[in-house]
C-alpha cells in the first residue's frame, strides 16, 4: 500500500505534513494515538486516508453539527464515500446516509457524539470498523477550554467496539489536558503526536488599545475584500464596531449569541462562502467556521487565556498563507474577566488560582517585549529554536526595549504617579497625570502640582498607556475594581521597585508602519515560481466564487487558495501540467481543471464549461 500515492492522487498533495503519516501508520498497524497538531496542520488527514486503504469503516466523532456537512462535502471532493449523521439531517437524506452504510459504500462517517449515544450505531459497524477517530478531543477534559458532557461518556461506546483503533486529535492541549484525554476517552497505550504549536506563517502583533473602532479600522483597511474576523468581549462591542465597520463601506456583520439562530446562521454561511469579508463576534462565533483563506484576525478585546488566544487567532491562514493576528490589549479587559468569571459568586480557591494564572499569561504575551511565537511556543511546552521570527512585532522591530537603566527609572516615574494617587483613580487619570494634562477635577485634587505632573509628556500617551500595562503584568501595578471602576494602585512588589530593588523590562510601542495594501499572501510563496500574477489570482478567484456558487458550495470546496496563488505563478497550459499544482487531486481536475485552465489561458472567467 502506497500512502504518498493516495496523498497525490486524492488530495494532489506531493509530501505529508509533519506526523500524518505517523498517525495513519498508527492506524494500520492497529495502535491507538494521540494526535496534537496546531490549527492548519492536517489533522483530517489523519483519519480521512485511512478510509480509501480498503480495510474498514472510519467513524468520526465530532462536535461540530454545523462544520459537519462541510466536512463530508470535502471530503467527497477527495473522492471519499463520506456520509454523516447528526440530529439536523433530513429524514430523505438520513435514509440515504443509512442505505449508503448498509450497502457497505460508505469509507467515513461523521458522527455528532449525542448520536452516538443512542441506539446501536456502534454494533452494527462493530464487525467492519477500523478506526473510532474523536476530533476536538480537548472537549472531553474538564481542563480544556470547551468541555462537553457527552464527550466523558464516549468511554461506554468505544467500549462496545473494543478491535477499532482509536485516535484522538485536538490542536491546542497543554500537558494536562493530554493525560486527561488519553484517560478519559480511554485510550490504551496510545503513541503520542505532538506536533510543534508554532504557526510561522501568522503576524502577531499587540497594540495597546487606544481607540478601538480606530485601530479595528485600520487592519480591516489593510486587507481589502479579504476574509477577517475581529473578536471582541460584550454584545454591545460587537454591534458597536460591527455598525462602525458598515458605515465604513466594509462587508461586515455581527455573531453573538443574543442573535437569532437565523441570523447567526446568515453570517456564518455569509462568511464561509465570501459574500461577507468580515464577521465581528464574541467567542461563540468559530469554532464551526471552516474558512481557510481567514487573512486576519483582530481581537478588539483582550482574551481570557493564552488557550484561548491561541484557538481563536488560529482561525487565520489555515491554508498556510501569511496571515495577520493582532490584538488590542488593555489591562482593563482583565479586569473584566475576572469580574465576568465572579460575578454569579466566588470561585472556588482552586478555579481562582487558574484564572489569575490565565490572565497573567495573557497579559505577559500582549506586553513582554519579548518574540510573541517564542513565547506562545513555549507556553505549549515546546522549545522554540531561533531568535528572529520574522513574523512579529517585536522581531519585525516595531516596538523597542528601553535600556534596564531607563526601564527602572521611567517605571518609578509612572509607579510615583500611581502611588500619589493612591487606589483612587483609573489608568486613564494616572496617564493624564503623567502627560501633564489638567481638567477640573485634576485641579480640584491638586494633582496639577504633584512633581510627577507632566514628567513623561514626551514619551505620549500611547507609550504611558503601555507602561502601565506592563508594569501590571509585570506585578508592579495592580488593578482592582471597587464595584464601579477599575483603578490602579501600587503593589508590594511595586514600591520595592521604588526603592530600587529589583528589575523590571519596558518596552515603547512603535506607531504602526503603513504596509502596502497589496495582500502579502501572493508574494514569492509558490515554490520556486516567483510572485504570482496578480490580476490573473483575482481573476482565478472570481471564476472560482462563480463555480462555487452555481454548485451552492463554499469556495474552498472547490480550490483553497494556495492552489489559486499557485496556478498564479506556475500557469500551467495543460491539464497534466495542472496535476503539479499542490491541492489539485484528479477528481477535482476532472471537474475544475478546464474552466481554470481557460481562464489561465486568458479566457474571462464564466463559471464551469459544460
Ligand atoms: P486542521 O484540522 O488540523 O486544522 P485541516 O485538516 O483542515 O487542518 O487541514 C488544513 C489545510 O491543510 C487544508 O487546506 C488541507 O487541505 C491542507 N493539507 C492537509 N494535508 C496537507 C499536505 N500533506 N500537504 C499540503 N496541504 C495539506
Ligand atoms: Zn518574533
Same mark, same amino acid.
Given at each position: 500500500m502506497n500512502l504518498a500515492a493516495e496523498l497525490k492522487q486524492r488530495?494532489?498533495?506531493d509530501q505529508f505534513r509533519p506526523l500524518q503519516r505517523e498517525a495513519i501508520e498508527a492506524v494500520t498497524s492497529g495502535q491507538d494515538s494521540l494526535v496534537v497538531l496546531p490549527?492548519?496542520?492536517? &489533522? =483530517?488527514l489523519c483519519y480521512q486516508l485511512p478510509?480509501?486503504? $480498503?480495510k474498514g469503516v472510519v467513524l468520526v466523532v465530532s462536535p461540530l453539527i454545523a462544520l459537519m456537512d462541510d466536512q463530508v462535502a470535502a471530503a467527497r471532493e477527495a473522492g471519499l464515500e463520506a456520509d454523516a449523521l447528526h440530529s439536523n439531517l433530513l429524514s430523505a437524506q438520513k435514509s440515504e446516509a443509512y442505505r449508503r452504510l448498509a450497502s457497505g459504500k460508505t469509507q467515513i462517517l461523521y458522527v455528532s457524539p449525542e448520536r452516538l449515544l443512542v441506539g446501536d450505531l456502534c454494533e452494527d459497524l462493530a464487525p467492519r470498523l477500523l478506526l473510532a477517530a474523536v476530533d476536538e478531543? %480537548?472537549?472531553? =477534559?474538564?481542563?480544556?477550554h470547551e468541555f462537553r458532557p +457527552?464527550?466523558? #461518556?464516549l468511554a461506554e461506546v468505544l467500549e462496545r467496539v473494543p478491535k477499532a483503533v482509536r485516535m484522538a486529535l485536538t490542536a491546542t492541549a497543554t500537558e494536562a489536558v493530554r493525560d486527561d484525554i488519553a484517560a478519559q476517552i480511554p485510550l490504551r497505550d496510545p503513541v503520542r503526536l505532538v506536533g %510543534?504549536?508554532? #504557526?510561522?506563517?501568522l503576524v502577531y502583533r499587540a497594540h495597546p488599545r487606544r481607540d478601538q473602532a480606530a485601530q479595528v479600522l485600520e487592519v480591516v483597511r489593510r486587507h481589502p475584500e479579504e476574509g477577517g474576523i475581529v473578536y471582541a468581549q460584550t454584545r454591545k462591542d460587537v454591534e458597536r464596531l460591527a455598525e462602525g465597520l458598515r458605515k465604513a463601506g466594509v462587508s461586515a456583520a455581527p455573531y453573538h449569541a443574543g442573535l437569532d439562530a437565523e441570523t447567526r446562521q446568515r453570517a456564518q454561511e455569509g462568511f464561509v462562502k465570501e459574500r461577507i469579508d468580515v464577521v465581528v463576534a464574541t467567542?461563540?462565533? $468559530?469554532?464551526?467556521?471552516?474558512? =481557510?483563506? !481567514?487573512?486576519y484576525v483582530v481581537h478588539a478585546n483582550t482574551p481570557r487565556s493564552v488557550e484561548h488566544y491561541q484557538q481563536e487567532s488560529g482561525r487565520a491562514g489555515r491554508d498556510g498563507l501569511p496571515a495577520d493576528c493582532v490584538l488590542l490589549f488593555s489591562a482593563a479587559d482583565l479586569a473584566t474577566h475576572r469580574w465576568l468569571a465572579q460575578k454569579d459568586g466566588s470561585l472556588p480557591p482552586e478555579r481562582q488560582k487558574a484564572l489569575e494564572r490565565q490572565l497573567r499569561e495573557i497579559g505577559r504575551f500582549a !506586553?513582554?517585549?519579548?518574540c510573541r511565537h517564542r513565547l506562545l511556543t513555549e507556553h505549549f511546552g515546546a522549545p522554540y529554536q531561533g531568535?528572529?521570527?520574522?513574523?512579529?512585532d517585536v522581531c519585525l522591530g516595531e516596538t523597542k526595549s528601553l535600556s534596564d537603566a531607563d526601564a527602572l527609572v521611567t517605571a518609578q516615574k509612572v509607579l510615583s504617579a500611581a502611588w500619589r494617587t493612591n $487606589? @483612587?483613580?483609573g489608568a486613564g487619570y494616572v496617564v493624564n497625570v503623567l502627560m501633564g494634562k489638567s481638567d477640573e477635577r485634576m485641579t480640584r485634587n491638586g494633582?496639577?502640582?504633584?512633581?510627577?505632573?507632566?514628567?513623561?509628556? +514626551?514619551?505620549g500617551e500611547p507609550a504611558i498607556r503601555s507602561w502601565i500595562d506592563q508594569l501590571i503584568v509585570q506585578g508592579h501595578l495592580e488593578v482592582f475594581d471597587d464595584g464601579v471602576y477599575p483603578l490602579l494602585r501600587v503593589t508590594e512588589a511595586g514600591k520595592a521597585l521604588c526603592r530600587g530593588e529589583g528589575g523590571v523590562r519596558l518596552g515603547v510601542p512603535m506607531p504602526p508602519k503603513k504596509p502596502g #495594501? #497589496?495582500?502579502?499572501?501572493?508574494?514569492? @510563496?509558490a515554490a520556486g515560481a516567483g510572485d504570482a500574477d496578480e490580476a490573473l489570482f483575482e481573476r482565478l478567484r472570481r471564476l472560482r466564487k462563480m463555480i462555487a456558487d452555481q454548485l451552492g458550495a463554499p469556495p474552498y470546496l472547490v480550490f483553497h487558495d494556495s492552489a489559486l496563488v499557485e496556478m498564479a505563478a506556475l &500557469?500551467?497550459? =495543460?491539464l497534466d501540467a495542472m496535476r503539479?499544482? &499542490?491541492?489539485?487531486g484528479e477528481k477535482k481536475l476532472e471537474r475544475f481543471g478546464a474552466a481554470f485552465l481557460a481562464v489561465i489561458n486568458g479566457a474571462e472567467p464564466s463559471g464551469l464549461l459544460t
Open positions: 488530495w494532489g498533495y490549527t492548519g496542520g492536517g &489533522k =483530517s478510509a480509501v486503504l $480498503g478531543a %480537548h472537549c472531553v =477534559s474538564h481542563w480544556g +457527552e464527550y466523558r #461518556r %510543534h504549536p508554532d #504557526r510561522p506563517n467567542i461563540a462565533f $468559530g469554532m464551526g467556521i471552516d474558512r =481557510s483563506n !481567514v487573512r !506586553v513582554a517585549p519579548v531568535t528572529d521570527c520574522g513574523a512579529c $487606589g @483612587r483613580f494633582h496639577d502640582a504633584l512633581q510627577v505632573f507632566g514628567l513623561l509628556k +514626551e514619551a #495594501r #497589496r495582500p502579502k499572501a501572493l508574494k514569492g @510563496r &500557469k500551467p497550459k =495543460s503539479g499544482v &499542490k491541492g489539485v
